[in-house]
Antibody, heavy 119, light 111 residues
Framework: EVQLVESGGGLVQPGGSLRLSCAAS????????MSWVRQAPGKGLEWVAN????????YYVDSVKGRFTISRDNAKNSLYLQMNSLRAEDTAVYYC????????????WGQGTLVTVSS | QSALTQPASVSGSPGQSITISCTGT?????????VSWYQQHPGKAPKLMIY???KRPSGVSNRFSGSKSGNTASLTISGLQAEDEADYYC???????????FGGGTKLTVL
């Protein structure tokens, strides 16, 4: 059974940093695209970032480029999102999701971790 | 990186069928057979219902089906049940720059 467990969320002040982690199990992590998707309170889903199987390709939504960095450690079956220069509009539940082998659209999702940016 | 367009809400009675549309452009929905649909109940994580336009993951009811014509994808739910009441999101691959784009979501109400 595919399991994705996010951690690292919490309350942070504007301008601060946070690192999210996602522990994967139940599938061959190194064979799949991985994603971060967020959902602001009461709003829809927003794709944030994707990373290819070997980490050689990374993609970001425009609003986080230069501030967020996606990475993965295939030896640890883990996905990460380093978030710097956080803004109030980054407040959301952040979901880790696994994609396909060829294409990156999300398939399996974690339960999410809440990030609140507020003073 | 524009979102795909979905109706804000749809409704239907138990046993009826409904269709949710998802309109994109020739750069995303129209160019790739990589449209997915997700169901999300309040306070829960999204669940994959359809992938690659019309494929159903194991365990998803065959009451859910997907299709695509041009730049518009559709999700049809037949034999509506109370537990189908949820938010539904479409998603498409959008090429090597934007990569992934979501629709704004559709709230399904089962009357």
């Amino acid at each position: 059974e595919v399991q994705l467990v996010e951690s690292g969320g919490g309350l942070v002040q504007p301008g601060g940093s946070l690192r999210l982690s996602c522990a994967a199990s139940g599938f061959t992590f190194s064979s799949y695209w991985m994603s971060w998707v967020r959902q602001a309170p009461g709003k829809g889903l927003e794709w944030v970032a994707n990373i290819k199987q070997d980490g050689s390709e990374k993609y970001y939504v425009d609003s986080v480029k230069g501030r967020f960095t996606i990475s993965r450690d295939n030896a640890k079956n883990s996905l990460y999102l380093q978030m710097n220069s956080l803004r109030a509009e980054d407040t959301a539940v952040y979901y880790c999701a696994s994609g396909g082998k060829i294409q990156p659209t999300p398939r399996y999702w974690g339960q999410g971790t809440l990030v609140t940016v507020s003073s | 990186q524009s979102a795909l367009t979905q109706p804000a809400s749809v409704s239907g009675s138990p046993g009826q069928s409904i269709t949710i549309s998802c309109t994109g452009t020739s750069s995303d929905v129209g160019s790739y057979n990589l449209v997915s649909w997700y169901q999300q109940h309040p306070g829960k994580a999204p669940k994959l219902m359809i992938y690659e336009v019309s494929k159903r993951p194991s365990g998803v009811s065959n009451r859910f089906s997907g299709s695509k014509s041009g730049n518009t994808a559709s999700l049809t739910i037949s034999g509506l049940q109370a537990e189908d009441e949820a938010d539904y999101y479409c998603c498409s691959y959008a090429g090597s720059s934007t990569l992934v784009v979501f629709g704004g979501g559709t709230k399904l109400t089962v009357l």
